[in-house]
């Protein structure tokens, strides 16, 4: 059995869980992201799942909270669950010994920097965003998904390929990421990034 595929969700994934729950909905992608890690299965295949978050994402997504109105008891028992849902998961991974990299990237954001940095230094195979733009930079791979439209209007999905020695990482959007399950499409970069990256014309 392959091991389990490590997934690092964004604060922004877990931000719009919170909302999507507030306004009643069900089922949107990050919900359907949030359900898999918290059982541990990604989609409907026999492949465990294991959540990657780090303690500067946890701090982030707490000042995020709170500037939103939630309440120290709702954001404090927010955190403590997604911390033991990456603490009990297939690999029993915690965010207070690991993943405390301070490598320097070249990108605009800082915080999205450590993002990444996380991503490389716990091996993470898929980092979900739906902040695809500020992940891009000089070093990384693009391959443009699908448009997909909303009330905000029509957006262009696309993913993008970050390695660094033995880290090989893909960013996704989650649209692009339910989209892919329901493919049934392998995860793991390589065979992932094979499917979606157009090929080279062969030569006559």
Do not use: C
């Amino acid at each position: 059995m392959s091991s389990p595929l490590r997934i690092l969700l964004d604060v922004n994934v877990w931000v719009a869980n919170l909302m999507a729950v507030a306004k009643g909905r069900q089922g949107t992608a990050a919900q359907r992201l949030i359900a898999m890690v918290v059982s541990g299965r990604w989609g409907d295949e026999e492949r465990a799942a294991q959540l990657v978050i780090s303690i500067a994402m946890l701090e982030t997504l707490d000042h995020v909270l709170k500037r939103q109105g939630a309440s120290l008891e709702s954001s404090d028992a927010y955190l403590e669950a997604i911390t033991a849902i990456m603490k009990y998961g297939p690999e029993e991974l915690d965010p207070y010994l690991v993943f405390g990299g301070r490598e320097q990237l070249a990108m605009a954001d800082v915080e999205d920097a450590g993002v990444l940095t996380t991503a490389f230094a716990s091996n993470t195979a898929l980092l979900v965003t739906d902040n695809l733009r500020d992940f891009q930079t000089k070093d990384s791979l693009r391959v443009d998904t699908r448009i997909v439209t909303s009330a905000a209007g029509a957006r262009q999905l696309f993913a993008l390929r970050h390695r660094r020695g033995d880290a090989d990482v893909i960013v996704a959007h989650p649209l692009d990421v339910m989209h892919w399950l329901e493919q049934r499409l392998d995860f793991e970069p390589d065979a992932l990034w094979d499917r979606l990256a157009p090929k080279p014309a062969s030569r006559t």
